[in-house]
């Protein structure tokens, strides 16, 4: 028998709605490459789960979604056999199951439970007494111990050790390292800041709200880095009355220094108000820096090559001084003579992990070296589009040397465009954030500063 839900409630009463919920998204995850973060608030919406059920129902998918690896190793052992030859259905709800029993409060007989009741009411006893004997055996050790057996040895490989116990791929750990200076103390404490659920980040729509008046209207606190940056401690952002007219935004505090930073950069020469942003999908520092261009008198060209995204884009900057084009970045066929130019690259967006639980596992690799070509082609495209004396700000959501520091190296060389000291432009009331090393670039860390890893650096074409 299957499940569902009827007049937004969940039907079937022989199973929890709150695990039944995150059974979903989790399956949608892993055969549609569902993205748990979207989907999740609207059936939460759906199945009337509201507060400490939609609370824990979050921390469940999540939680299990972001520790999938660590997860599927204990299974492992404790099944004796490679998750692959487990039937999807059941990996689900083992991995749902082995993450109450090893990273929540929850009672270990609760966590047994009612997994094995989401199995007997799809799939029959028989693949529930499967789930129920995998599940006692994880039950017999916390995480800790688990970790012992299964990682790596911290005195022979501390960072595949630190990958096991803070669930990243090792790939992932040795990018940190490289990108933290080789830090085995940085790493840990960037792995550990990456698999802890963040805080919800709004930002205050500059000309129609402060952020002072942003924390009051959400019980939310100001931001310490971004004028416009408001911490929410958690909730659905999308119930707020003041989000849902328009006055705020979710956006993460990193991404809002990137606009700041955008309209801040030292040109050589008067501002004329013409600014772009080279590759503007979804629109979130499109809508900010469209509410900045606003106050400034300047106008901003977003181009974005879906027109899915374009529509987006159309939504979030409606009533603001913005022109959408849907075309490709790479040769969008505007008139170059621009005075500022955002190039926020598609990137392997190893920086928002904690946000995307589930991206972790998804990523190779190769994903990398795809995108490098792209993120070359894309900054010496906005130089081209930049006026002499004008600014180009390059960013990603990844602090990879490849996609950062790689590509600016590259295309400076080839172009001979100028380096900007980009700590100057993200400072708040001219105090300089900590954590931002010699420059000339800006990365920022979730251990450091509390946002995603964003990376920008500041150009000025000469």
Same mark, same amino acid.
């Given at each position: ?61 999540? +939680? ?10 204990? /299974? ?13 259905? !059941? ?32 799939? +029959? ?30 005195? *022979?490989?501390?960072? +595949?050790? !630190? ?20 830090? /085995? ?16 980040? !709004? ?45 705020? =935004?979710?956006?993460?505090? =990193? ?33 900010? /820096?469209? @509410? ?8 901003? *060209? ?10 987006? /884009? ?14 490709? @970045? ?99 009331? +001219? ?32």
């Amino acid at each position: 028998m299957t499940t569902g839900k009827q007049g937004g409630k969940y039907r079937d009463k022989r199973v929890d709605p709150v695990r039944a919920t995150a059974r979903d998204v989790l399956r949608a995850v892993r055969e549609r490459d569902a993205y748990a973060n979207l989907l999740l608030p609207s059936l939460l919406r759906e199945r009337g789960l509201a507060g400490r059920d939609a609370a824990l129902a979050t921390e469940l998918t999540y +939680g299990t979604a972001r520790a999938q690896g660590t997860l599927d190793a204990v /299974i492992a052992a404790a099944a004796g056999r490679p998750v692959s030859e487990i039937d999807g259905r !059941l990996l689900d709800v083992l991995r749902l199951g082995a993450y109450q029993l090893l990273r929540t409060r929850i009672g270990s007989h609760a966590a047994v439970s009612t997994s094995v009741d989401l199995v007997r009411a799809e799939d +029959g006893q028989g693949p529930a007494g499967f789930v129920n004997a995998v599940l006692r055996k994880v039950s017999q050790r916390d995480e800790e111990l688990w970790a012992q057996e299964l990682a790596p040895s911290i005195a *022979d490989d501390p960072v +595949g050790h !630190l990958a096991f116990v803070y669930a990243h791929p090792r790939w992932v750990a040795d990018v940190f390292r490289e990108a933290l200076g080789g830090s /085995i103390g940085a790493l840990q404490a960037a792995l550990a800041a990456d698999d802890s659920r963040p805080p919800v980040h !709004l930002v205050a729509r500059p000309g129609q709200v402060t952020a002072s008046e942003l924390a009051l209207m959400s019980g939310g606190e100001e931001g310490r880095l971004s004028p416009y940056c408001v911490y929410l401690p958690g909730g659905d952002p999308g119930r707020l009355d003041v989000v849902r007219e328009g006055l705020a =935004g979710v956006q993460d505090e =990193g991404s809002q220094l990137v606009a700041i930073a955008f309209t801040r950069a030292e040109l050589d020469g008067p501002d004329g108000g013409r600014w772009l942003d080279l590759c503007a999908g979804p629109g979130g520092k499109a809508a900010l /820096i469209g @509410s900045l261009a606003e106050v400034a008198g300047a106008h901003l *060209d977003a181009v974005e090559v879906s027109e899915h995204r374009a529509d987006l /884009i159309r939504s979030v900057t409606a009533d603001l001084p913005v022109t959408v084009h849907v075309a490709d @970045s790479r040769a969008s066929g505007l008139e170059p003579g621009y005075d500022r130019v955002l190039v926020d690259a598609p990137c392997s967006g190893l920086g928002s992990l904690r946000r995307r639980p589930e991206a972790r596992w998804r990523r190779r690799p190769a994903d990398v070296d795809e995108l490098v070509p792209l993120q070359r082609a894309l900054l010496t495209e906005a130089l081209a589009l930049v006026r002499p004396g004008g600014a180009v700000v390059y960013s990603t959501c990844s602090p990879h040397p490849a996609e950062t520091t790689g590509v600016v190296d590259a295309v400076c060389a080839a172009t001979g465009a100028e380096r900007l000291d980009a700590r100057i432009f993200v400072q708040t009331d +001219g105090m300089p954030i900590d954590g931002l090393g010699s420059g000339p670039h800006v990365q920022l860390w979730p251990h450091l500063h509390g946002t995603d890893a964003m990376f920008l650096a500041v150009l000025r074409r000469t």
